[in-house]
């Protein structure tokens, strides 16, 4: 399929070169696709914080729960003693209840905390550009949720105890949406799902699956905006992600 000339526009905001590269049809990929580029894939990152205090209370099953219910229990969790007190809200996610793509990033932010919803801001915008250039767009058959539902301290990476406090619900979300493609956002979101501590040059390009879904994982907006010379590998990632989710 062609791309439209919006797509190419984000495309050329995004700074992402284009070839053409015509006739692949099985897949229903699109026909311009990045030049490769040869930056290093196994960026530094900081080392994972030390573990604090554990949850203070284990979260109610939610298995069964509608989105109504699930909304509510965990605008009410407190799970974890050092979150709950100090959020101003908890960010639940957005979108289409029944989308095919499920985007899945780390943590609220500040803007996040206050507005109740992921990915706005500068990331946000990226992460619309990036949708845009798949001619998808923010709720439609779209849903973006986070690992964490409440905003670590000075944005801090998500503590191990609190992304498994917080596992049931974003378990719950996948069951009710049902998608048919996963793209982690960024490496803590990568590795959380996957439970492992590879670095994100390792997990980027690899197959994966979270609950026999095939999952994606790529760089986070956030890291993009600082990177940009890493939005054509993005671009790639996005492209793989949909080619998967076309397969029969």
């Not at 919006?6 to 495309?11: G, P």
Request: hydrophobic residues 45%; charged residues 25%; proline residues 10%.
């Amino acid at each position: 399929m062609s791309l439209t000339r919006r797509q190419r526009e984000v495309l050329h905001e995004m700074g992402i070169p284009l070839w053409v590269r015509r006739g692949d049809t099985r897949t229903g990929a699109m026909d311009a696709l990045p030049q490769a580029r040869s930056e290093p894939e196994n960026v530094p990152h900081p080392p994972e914080p030390l573990l604090g205090a554990l949850p203070a209370t284990a979260p109610p099953p939610v298995a069964g729960l509608d989105w109504e219910a699930l909304r509510t229990r965990v605008a009410g969790c407190v799970a974890c003693a050092e979150l709950a007190p100090r959020r101003a809200q908890t960010v639940f996610g957005v979108g289409d209840p029944e989308a095919d793509w499920l985007f899945i990033g780390e943590a609220p932010g500040a803007e996040e905390d206050r507005l109740g919803e992921p990915f706005v801001g500068r990331a946000g915008q990226l992460l619309d550009n990036m949708l845009a250039a798949l001619d998808l767009a923010r709720g439609e058959n779209v849903y973006i949720a986070n690992i964490l539902k409440c905003r670590p301290p000075g944005n801090r990476d998500p503590r191990t105890e609190e992304a498994a406090a917080c596992r049931p619900f974003l378990d719950r979300q996948i069951a009710l949406i049902a998608p048919r493609v996963v793209v982690a956002l960024g490496r803590v979101a990568a590795q959380a799902l996957l439970d492992t501590d590879a670095p994100l040059g390792r997990l980027r390009g690899a197959a994966h699956a979270y609950g026999g879904i095939p999952l994606v994982v790529t760089y986070h907006p956030a890291y993009l905006l600082r990177s940009p010379a890493d939005k054509a590998k993005a671009w790639t990632d996005l492209l793989r992600a949909r080619a998967l989710m076309l397969r029969p």
